[in-house]
């Protein structure tokens, strides 16, 4: 089976899809970057006109797989809260120590608090590891995305995709 | 007697397009819709829209529709009916249409079909009991009307409808058990898949609902792993509690009114079902009958905006020639294309390919 | 069950109707379709066919006729799409439903 066909049996991305779409080590390490967990082909470009330093390169045709530039990106989030897939984060482990950052695209409520500690999920939503909310942004410009920050454990930086519920979080 | 040029059947997206497209080529409108409000579908899409610029990818499809809606009543060529609904046709292009005081009689030169498509039923014992629903009509509850479905919901079928609608019904607060997809694969986009495993839903391929159990509501489900054959494997059944049975598992275009018009209608699966034979201006096989959206074969809202386009564009051709048309219209053209190629588009395309080689179909 | 707070959607506040069914006051919003005002009061069995089966609702378009009710003594009302007024009765049909 090829990546793509064990995708499209669960819906979940394997380790070898995930590794093909990372930056290398070496931008990895110098600050936050996009990382964009979008597999298949479909109809769709909004993340290319959405990234104003222009890493994510233009669409030759609309159903191209999104294509960017590490090298240019800066990690400024702005495709993470534009995607339709919700299929973007941005990692950030420049930090070099045991907790890195991830900004993730969320829109549930309760919305998680500001230094609250919940559950972070992988791709299955499965519970790997507990995480620490730093910054909750949901501006009007979003549209109703919110853009979380989270601390994570440097070994769960590739694994955590989401988070659980937040106990007693905020309603708006 | 109400007179007018153009009668679109329909507020949806390819209604509202339709009628947008018509009205400025210069014709009097007449749109028409049985709900209360425009939008058809439309209303209900939380979720962005994907496609390109061209079809407002990345903004909400409540937002589309509102705007159009807005674009729509702005118009004063155009004029909404809401609560109508079309009861019967007669030859000449006398359309009857019940509203909620009386019965209209309307008299158009032409007519644009956009009715939509409808959920498809299920079959298994118990499968009318309150409680199994489509997934279409627990998106309107929530969505629409601020209702919560249940508590607890075994969603049936993971095409872009069940995929979504489950993203909803976790949005809205309620438990989605399991999606049960009779396929050994997701049918949706694999993204909309990645977003509802990442909350712990599981996605169970190869497995349907072979039972529903409750005296006068659902209580719950027995599901059962599918064979290579489609059917259930004995032994693997399994029970789950839940009282929302969600059932996504496709639209068949909506032809009655197509029929009773006299346009033939021929049988395609990869556009729903039976659909109206038209050709590529969107024209039934009576003159001056166009069909647009779900109506003409089952896709997406993306497409249906582009084809109400067209056929608006092409129903007031014929009243109004415009200097621009084939030009307008090639871009039009050109942007369904664009939505229809790779993989994802793989069925569209086997549907319309078909549709183009029905005898008699059209104006060929 | 009403949503208070959604992610997405604002739920302005609309006026409040009081109207029966099968005698039992309740109270709904105006216009909204009379099977979401039963649907929020937890009632979900709207028909009994011929034949004694419950039904309710099912396609929310008014196409599939599962959801009919009896609103003032007027039947096969498709409650899906029929909008709320105020002091309307609503009973649940049964069978093929009476007309005047």
Known sequence: MTRLDRLVASGVPDDEAVAAVLPSAERLAKGPVAVIECFQEIPCDPCAAACPRGAILPFGDIKDLPSIDHELCNGCANCVVKCPGLAIFVIDVSSGGDRVIIKMPYEYLPLPRRDQEVWGLDRSGKRVAKVKVLRVQRPAAFDRTALLTIEVPASEVHNVRGIAPPAGGDDR | MTRTEIVVVGGGPAGLAASLAASRSGAKVLLIERQAQLGGQLVKQTHRFFGSSAQSAGVRGITIARDLAGQAASMPEITVWTQTEALGYYAGGTLLAERPERVEIVQGARMVLCVGASERPLAFPNNDLPGVYGAGAVQTLMNVYGVLPGRRVVMVGAGNIGLIVSYQLLQAGVEVAAILEAAPQVGGYLVHAAKIARAGVPIMTSHSVVAAFGETELVGIRAARLGPDWRPVPGTGFDVDCDVLCLAVGLSPLVELARLVGCEVCYIPELGGYVPVHDDELETTVPGVYVAGDAAGVEEASSALIEGHLAGLAAAHGLYPQVDYEAHRGAALAELEALRAGPTGAKIRVGLSKMAQVKGGGRQ | ?100
């Open chain 3, 1 to 100: 069950m009403r949503i208070k707070d959604h992610p997405i959607l604002d739920f302005p506040p609309r006026r409040e109707v009081a109207f029966t069914f099968e005698g039992r006051e309740l109270i709904g919003y105006e216009g909204e379709p009379i099977a979401a005002a039963l649907q929020a009061a937890g009632i979900r069995v709207l028909r009994e066919m011929p034949g004694g089966r419950p039904r309710g609702f099912f396609c929310a378009i008014g196409n599939c006729s599962s959801c009919y009710v009896v609103v003032d003594g007027r039947p096969n009302v498709r409650s899906c799409i029929e909008p709320l007024r105020e002091g309307m009765r609503v009973s649940r049909q049964i069978g093929h439903g009476e007309l005047r």
